[in-house]
Protein backbone atom coordinates (compact mmCIF):
# COMPACT_ATOMS: atom_id res chain seq x y z
CA UNK A 1 0.00 0.00 0.00
CA UNK A 2 1.78 3.33 -1.28
CA UNK A 3 1.63 5.68 1.95
CA UNK A 4 3.05 9.67 1.23
CA UNK A 5 4.43 12.04 4.03
CA UNK A 6 4.73 15.36 3.16
CA UNK A 7 6.81 17.72 5.48
CA UNK A 8 8.49 21.00 5.22
CA UNK A 9 5.61 23.42 5.24
CA UNK A 10 4.87 26.64 7.74
CA UNK A 11 4.53 30.19 7.80
CA UNK A 12 6.92 32.37 5.89
CA UNK A 13 7.17 35.52 5.02
CA UNK A 14 6.93 37.34 1.47
CA UNK A 15 9.93 36.63 -0.71
CA UNK A 16 10.91 34.23 1.48
CA UNK A 17 11.58 30.40 1.01
CA UNK A 18 11.04 26.28 2.25
CA UNK A 19 11.78 23.40 1.23
CA UNK A 20 9.06 20.55 1.00
CA UNK A 21 10.00 16.78 1.21
CA UNK A 22 7.42 13.84 0.47
CA UNK A 23 8.68 10.53 1.83
CA UNK A 24 6.45 7.35 -0.30
CA UNK A 25 6.52 4.02 0.64
CA UNK A 26 5.36 0.53 -0.72
CA UNK A 27 6.38 1.19 -4.15
CA UNK A 28 9.32 0.95 -5.92
CA UNK A 29 9.68 5.43 -5.94
CA UNK A 30 11.79 5.60 -8.88
CA UNK A 31 9.72 3.53 -11.59
CA UNK A 32 7.32 6.64 -11.21
CA UNK A 33 6.56 10.54 -12.27
CA UNK A 34 6.11 12.39 -9.08
CA UNK A 35 4.01 15.53 -8.54
CA UNK A 36 4.09 18.42 -6.30
CA UNK A 37 -0.14 19.32 -6.21
CA UNK A 38 -1.47 22.43 -3.90
CA UNK A 39 -5.15 22.97 -2.78
CA UNK A 40 -5.75 26.42 -1.87
CA UNK A 41 -8.82 27.49 0.18
CA UNK A 42 -11.82 27.38 -2.42
CA UNK A 43 -10.05 26.04 -5.15
CA UNK A 44 -9.57 23.01 -6.81
CA UNK A 45 -6.32 21.43 -6.69
CA UNK A 46 -3.41 22.25 -9.38
CA UNK A 47 -0.38 20.28 -9.82
CA UNK A 48 2.42 22.70 -8.93
CA UNK A 49 5.63 20.56 -10.83
CA UNK A 50 6.40 17.03 -11.45
CA UNK A 51 9.75 14.94 -12.11
CA UNK A 52 10.35 11.96 -14.57
CA UNK A 53 12.41 8.99 -12.65
CA UNK A 54 15.62 10.51 -14.31
CA UNK A 55 14.72 13.83 -13.43
CA UNK A 56 13.17 15.44 -16.27
CA UNK A 57 10.86 18.75 -14.96
CA UNK A 58 7.83 20.65 -15.46
CA UNK A 59 6.10 23.24 -13.51
CA UNK A 60 3.36 25.48 -13.76
CA UNK A 61 3.35 28.82 -14.94
CA UNK A 62 2.89 30.42 -11.69
CA UNK A 63 6.00 29.31 -10.43
CA UNK A 64 8.50 29.30 -12.89
CA UNK A 65 11.62 30.66 -12.06
CA UNK A 66 10.77 30.28 -8.45
CA UNK A 67 9.84 26.92 -7.31
CA UNK A 68 11.98 23.60 -8.18
CA UNK A 69 11.22 19.95 -8.09
CA UNK A 70 13.96 17.39 -7.49
CA UNK A 71 14.09 13.84 -6.23
CA UNK A 72 16.48 11.77 -4.68
CA UNK A 73 15.80 7.77 -5.88
CA UNK A 74 17.51 6.29 -2.88
CA UNK A 75 15.36 7.58 -0.31
CA UNK A 76 12.51 7.06 -1.72
CA UNK A 77 11.96 11.26 -1.55
CA UNK A 78 10.65 13.97 -3.65
CA UNK A 79 11.47 17.06 -2.92
CA UNK A 80 10.07 20.94 -3.63
CA UNK A 81 12.14 24.12 -3.25
CA UNK A 82 10.23 27.08 -2.72
CA UNK A 83 12.08 30.40 -3.38
CA UNK A 84 10.67 34.12 -3.74
CA UNK A 85 7.52 32.83 -2.06
CA UNK A 86 3.87 35.08 -2.62
CA UNK A 87 0.58 35.25 -0.69
CA UNK A 88 -0.93 33.50 -3.61
CA UNK A 89 1.46 30.14 -2.81
CA UNK A 90 -0.33 30.04 0.23
CA UNK A 91 -2.14 26.52 0.15
CA UNK A 92 -2.19 22.53 1.18
CA UNK A 93 1.17 20.96 -0.95
CA UNK A 94 0.83 17.28 -1.36
CA UNK A 95 2.65 14.95 -3.27
CA UNK A 96 1.69 11.94 -5.28
CA UNK A 97 2.30 9.98 -8.86
CA UNK A 98 1.52 11.96 -12.08
CA UNK A 99 -0.76 11.80 -14.21
CA UNK A 100 -2.38 8.49 -12.53
CA UNK A 101 -2.32 9.59 -8.43
CA UNK A 102 -2.68 7.40 -6.18
CA UNK A 103 -4.43 7.99 -2.65
CA UNK A 104 -3.23 11.89 -1.22
CA UNK A 105 -1.80 12.14 1.96
CA UNK A 106 -2.09 14.66 5.02
CA UNK A 107 -0.42 17.49 2.51
CA UNK A 108 2.17 20.69 4.38
CA UNK A 109 0.51 23.48 5.09
CA UNK A 110 2.23 26.62 3.12
CA UNK A 111 0.82 29.94 4.80
CA UNK A 112 2.68 32.78 3.44
CA UNK A 113 2.30 35.87 4.47
CA UNK A 114 3.32 39.32 6.70
Known amino acids: QVQLVESGGGLVQPWGSLRLSCAAS????????MGWYRQAPGKQRELVAS???????NSADSVKGRFTIFRDNAKNTVYLQMNSLKPEDTAVYYC??????WGWGPGTQVTVSS
Open 51 to 57: ITSGGGT
Open 26 to 33: GIIFSRFI
Open 96 to 101: NRFPDI
